[in-house]
């Protein structure tokens, strides 16, 4: 059964970075397309960044310029990398399939306020 364990969340101020990371296991991690979904209070989850088996990537247009996904095959994991944070950032941040097939794991929750 795979398992994804997301990390590296945490409360930052506006413009500030943060890197959050998510750890794969049972499962072929480099034949799957990987991605980050956050939902924020009171929305639906939403898809903000993916990568496919190339490497070919996606971004929701409130996140282009700022955000970056990356992905180790090797250690099975997938990264995003925040910089610019703003306060509509804040959210709980998940990783799945790019459209996910998998089931959730505990998110790691983001939250920017000064």
């Known amino acids: 059964q795979v398992q994804l364990v997301e990390s590296g969340g945490g409360l930052v101020q506006p413009g500030g970075s943060l890197r959050l990371s998510c750890a794969v296991s049972?499962?072929?991690?480099?034949?799957?397309?990987m991605g980050w979904h956050r939902q924020a209070p009171g929305k639906q989850r939403e898809l903000v960044a993916g990568?496919?088996?190339?490497?070919?990537?996606y971004y929701v247009d409130s996140v282009k310029g700022r955000f970056t996904i990356s992905r180790d095959n090797a250690k099975s994991t997938v990264y995003l990398q925040m910089n610019s944070l703003k306060p509509e950032d804040t959210a709980i941040y998940y990783c799945?399939?790019?459209?996910?097939?998998?089931?959730w794991g505990q998110g790691t929750q983001v939250t920017v306020s000064a």
């Open positions: 799945n399939t790019n459209t996910p097939i998998f089931n």
């Open positions: 049972g499962s072929a991690f480099s034949e799957h397309s």
């Open positions: 990568s496919d088996r190339s490497g070919i990537t």
